[in-house]
Nanobody, 117 residues
């Protein structure tokens, strides 16, 4: 079983920055994709950014140029640096790990990000 623990959310003014972290523990296959999704009230969960264990990245159009995803494979940790935050970035942010071997997916408990205008 895999556990994901997020940290780094909070309240920030528009234009500010936050850095989210997600640490994975348990039986983790080395080839995987880790990512961040977000869900605002009344909206569907959406992909923010993801990164493979080989370092390939994928971003939602709404965050390109403002957010940067990175990972430390030895620590099984993924980061999301969020700059130039906007009120529309307000959501609960969830960490996700997708195993390459089995296709199994795991979710963290979520961390709230609130951007005030």
């Amino acid at each position: 079983q895999v556990q994901l623990v997020e940290s780094g959310g909070g309240l920030v003014q528009a234009g500010g920055s936050l850095r989210l972290s997600c640490a994975a523990s348990g039986s983790i296959f080395s080839i995987n994709t880790m990512g961040w999704y977000r869900q605002a009230p009344g909206k569907q969960r959406e992909l923010v950014a993801r990164i493979t264990s080989f370092g390939s990245t994928d971003y939602a159009d709404s965050v390109k140029g403002r957010f940067t995803i990175s990972r430390h494979n030895a620590k099984n940790t993924v980061y999301l640096q969020m700059n130039s935050l906007k009120p529309e970035d307000t959501a609960n942010y969830y960490c996700n790990l997708l195993e390459g071997s089995t296709g199994s997916g795991y979710w963290g408990q979520g961390t709230q990000v609130t951007v005030s205008s």
